[in-house]
Nanobody, 116 residues
Framework: QVQLAESGGGLVQPGGSLRLSCAAS????????MGWYRQAPGKQRELVADIASGGGTNYADFVKGRFTISRDNAKNTVYLQMNSLKPEDTAVYYC??????????WGKGTLVTVSS
């Protein structure tokens, strides 16, 4: 089994920044992709950004230029640096991990609230 521990969410004013972290632990033999999704109230879960084992990244259009995803393979950890936050970024942010055997794990989520 693989466990994902997210941290870094909270309340921030518009224009502010937050950094989310997701650390994977457990029976990890290989990691393919790690990423972040979000789900706002009444909306479907959507991709924010993901990063492949080789470092290739993929971003949703609505975060390009504002968010940066990175990973530390030695620590099995993925980060999401979020700058210039907007009220519409308010959501629960979920970490996702896909192993080399194409098994998907999800974290429990961390709440990000952007409000003045």
């Amino acid at each position: 089994q693989v466990q994902l521990a997210e941290s870094g969410g909270g309340l921030v004013q518009p224009g502010g920044s937050l950094r989310l972290s997701c650390a994977a632990s457990g029976s990890i033999f290989s990691i393919n992709t790690m990423g972040w999704y979000r789900q706002a109230p009444g909306k479907q879960r959507e991709l924010v950004a993901d990063i492949a084992s080789g470092g290739g990244t993929n971003y949703a259009d609505f975060v390009k230029g504002r968010f940066t995803i990175s990973r530390d393979n030695a620590k099995n950890t993925v980060y999401l640096q979020m700058n210039s936050l907007k009220p519409e970024d308010t959501a629960v942010y979920y970490c996702k991990l896909v192993t080399g055997y194409v098994i998907t794990y999800w974290g429990k989520g961390t709440l990000v609230t952007v409000s003045s």
